[in-house]
């Protein structure tokens, strides 16, 4: 693991908001590959441990969507909360079909561990983003130890199965349009198939409203999600599924329909601010 | 007027903090070319006419980085502010050289009427800017005639330039790390070289801190500089030279210097909030 940390090594750095906006580069061993990922510093990591709120982008992201249009850190600076947002799938490597879809391959590693070849070499971003990460973190920037996960559309699916899969490791869980049933969609069928394998059986482990079914830690969970969303038309989310299994499992979920706003970052930026108010509320209490 | 007028057609249209934020297209009469702009509606503007502020963007942008990177729209939402964001350079021309450089040709029309061929056929954003975009404005958005101006680098110095050269046009003016002196800066040197030819003299029009230094309006400008910013260190920008001008010409200039910040949209996004408010107590006084 040292030799690992001792990759660690800092691609770019902006004062933003009185704090510090980086991002890092390192080799991942749950990858194999090099993988970056964004933190914001709030003003307070200066002379305290701060919690940790972990966003998880979408489709075709990289570290920086989040970084450069969610205009978060404003509000992580009046919080005292770092933000840590990681890239969306390995990099460098060029599997077969890796790179010929938007929705699948390179940009798209669906926040699962990969058990079909070629892509379990690789394909490991349930390990990362859940293990290997927050150890990272936890070696390398001030961080006392609270930590939250937030994520967008198949980031909002990362967000909701990490916490799912590991209870108790974040004190607050939020998502934006997350896949909330991806057994059921487009999207997860394609992506799932060919990481998992045809077994549909194995897919369960990655379902949020197949997971929050079954949860005994009833961890509080809040998702927005744009009405007008034309993903949401076309039964990629599902959030109705989620909704359903929280009903039927007594699970505290609140899911918002937000009234005229599509899937886009326009989307994120309008409620990030009360998104982190409410993880901030949570990871402080 | 009225048939250019009749091409203005929408690009993209998304709710965005309760407001919406749109992206326009129209036939320019001032650069021959389709023209782009983005517009953001504040609530308010639902029911009520509003004041706007022009935002120009620096070398290589387009209309797009300020609307999705600034995080603005939150601000704009909360002060009932109209924001219009035109493009840097008229685009689908091909002209010798026009798309070799980044600081020079598309993407960097230094908001000047070009005097020299081939450019002056088309690179004519000073009028674009000035007259043709808030005529166009003000016959399709609900603007109630109050306007400002303000921008970023190369868009920093369109705006000091284009409120100096229209006394009263705007009543309220600010800039982010503008190139203040441009006929003393590389860029401005190279860009002025060709949009305006050899002749120095030609030049002075279009140089904030000469024009300040003789003007009679003495329109209040708040400029906020990083002081980490290395185009400063290059030379690029002299924000001492204009506030040495403000200084023997009386004129109410207030330069702030922010430790620690670069030339990015980071440090845009830090203080956008602070001039938009400052916009808006002139706007609504």
Known sequence: MSELHESLSLVSEARCFGGRQQTW???????????KFGVYLPPQAETQACPVVYWLSGLTCTEDNFITKAGAQRYAAELGLILVAPDTSPRGTDLPGEHDSWDFGSGAGFYVDATQAPWSAHYRMASYVS?????????????????????????GHGALVTALRHPGQYASVSAFAPIA?????PW??????????????QWAAYDAHLLLAQAT?????????????????????????????????????TLRYQPGYDHGYFFVSSFIGEHLAWHAQQLQS
């Open 25 to 35: 580069q390192h080799a991942s061993e749950s990858t194999g590959t090099p993988m």
């Open 131 to 155: 293990r290997e990460l927050p150890a990272l973190v936890k070696a390398h920037f001030p961080v006392n130890g609270r930590q939250g996960i937030s994520g967008h559309s198949m980031g």
């Open 181 to 185: 049933a991806p057994t059921r969609s």
């Open 188 to 201: 997860g069928q394609k992506a799932f198939g060919h990481y998992l394998g045809p077994d549909q059986s």
């Open 217 to 253: 830690h009833k961890q509080p969970i809040l998702v927005d999600q744009g009405a007008a969303d034309s993903f949401l038309e076309q039964q990629q989310l599902l959030p109705e599924l989620l909704e359903a299994a929280a009903r039927e499992a007594d699970y505290p979920l």
